[in-house]
């Protein structure tokens, strides 16, 4: 059985969830990547979002700002798709989990967003410490003009996070605070991507790190645009070892699939 529930503790039926986030300009899923139950739950709120709303735009951290022209290109039909995924460096879970979003979104006409800052930007901000221009070189050009560091409580979620990850990461290699310069600027760029398609509602599919407490990108968002009108979106499975003070906290939306 799959319903939602409110940070409030009210439940309901899916169809009334749905035309709750009507009421939303963004929708951000926050998803563990390798759980079948978001994967699923994310082609289900596609589905619903795009009968209610033609305008719909979906978004993707899972391709990067430079391969948008490559996926436009799929999307309209003028390359293949074994072209588009030569080109465009697809997760190595895409076929299974993220397919089936943007067969969908080509089927019905739904612009896709490749959000996520090009990698070797992220890993240069991580090595010099630093987010310029000079630093990311020829993907200087998707920098938004402002960065917003001054979260505190994302800073010390990040801390705690890298802290308790294996020695073996190869992030280890790197200073706490370059690391999360490189994070900031992930969650930056995603949120600037968005920016021409601010007038239509979009429905944004990340990894529940950049959307949990209204933090990442969700933060950069309304830092820039305060007037929106911003919904996170988490699986209850995510929820199982929080304190119990953060539940309430860490998203707008909890489905549960039981």
């Known amino acids: 059985m799959k319903y939602m529930m409110t940070n409030r503790a009210m439940t309901m039926h899916l169809e009334e969830g749905f035309e709750m986030l009507m009421g939303y ?41 430079d391969v948008q022209g490559f996926l436009d290109s799929y999307l309209r039909g003028t390359i293949p798709e074994d072209r588009f995924l030569e080109l465009a460096r697809p997760w190595q879970n895409y076929e299974r989990d993220y397919r089936p979003l943007v067969e969908l979104a080509k089927t019905r006409g739904l612009p896709v967003i490749a959000a ?6 992220a890993a240069a901000v991580a090595a010099a410490n630093t987010v310029s221009p000079e630093v990311v070189g020829e993907d200087g050009r998707y920098l938004p003009s402002e960065f917003h560091f001054d979260s505190e409580e994302y800073h ?99 489905w549960i699939d039981e």
């Open 25 to 65: 300009d963004v929708v951000f899923f926050g998803e563990e990547h390798d759980s079948r139950i978001a994967h699923e739950a994310e082609l289900i709120m596609l589905t619903e979002l795009a009968k209610r709303d033609s305008n719909l735009v979906l978004a993707l951290e899972m391709f990067e700002r």
């Open 116 to 121: 996520n800052v090009p990698r070797r930007a």
């Open 156 to 254: 010390e979620r990040f801390v705690a996070q890298v802290e308790g990850m294996p020695h073996s990461l190869p992030m280890k290699g790197f200073a706490v605070e370059a690391l999360f310069k490189a994070q900031v600027l992930k969650d930056a760029v995603m949120a600037a991507s968005l920016e021409p398609f601010l007038d239509r509602r979009i429905f944004f599919c990340c990894g529940r790190f950049h959307s949990d407490f209204h933090l990442g990108i969700p933060y950069q968002l309304a830092k820039n645009h305060p007037e929106l009108k911003i919904a996170v979106v988490v699986c209850a499975e995510s929820l199982m070892e929080l304190p119990m003070q953060d539940c309430s906290r860490i998203a707008d939306f909890i």
